[in-house]
Nanobody, 120 residues
Framework: QVQLVESGGGLVQPGGSLGLSCIAS????????MGWYRQVPGKERELVAR???????DYADSVKGRFTISGDYAKNTVYLQMSTLKPEDTAVYYC??????????????WGRGTQVTVSS
């Protein structure tokens, strides 16, 4: 099926920047939307940012002006550039793809997550 692999997480100081990427592999014909979500222990997973096939983007209010999502549909890759990071951005970040497979089946997949820690 479809597998998503995130990379780019790590430890960064408050005010710093970090970039995440996520690449999908599998028999994908087209991608409807790509997104980034995050989750901290004891809380539900929340949307950070998403981009659809029309290149429209949507951001959580808490990250507007600081995070930028972009996608390379030819490479089945989504990026999240994070700047002016705050301790409250600390979380496990997951990528999510909504896609169409060969044969017409629609589906969605999650990555395994990458830890982002913002701390001095």
């Amino acid at each position: 099926q479809v597998q998503l692999v995130e990379s780019g997480g790590g430890l960064v100081q408050p005010g710093g920047s970090l970039g995440l990427s996520c690449i999908a592999s599998g028999r994908i014909v087209s991608i409807n939307a790509m997104g980034w979500y995050r989750q901290v222990p004891g809380k539900e997973r929340e949307l950070v940012a998403r981009i659809n096939s029309g290149r429209s983007t949507d951001y959580a209010d808490s990250v507007k002006g600081r995070f930028t999502i972009s996608g390379d549909y030819a490479k089945n890759t989504v990026y999240l550039q994070m700047s002016t990071l705050k301790p409250e951005d600390t979380a496990v970040y997951y990528c999510n793809f909504n896609y169409v497979l060969f044969g017409g089946t629609q589906g969605a997949s999650w990555g395994r997550g990458t830890q982002v820690t913002v701390s001095s």
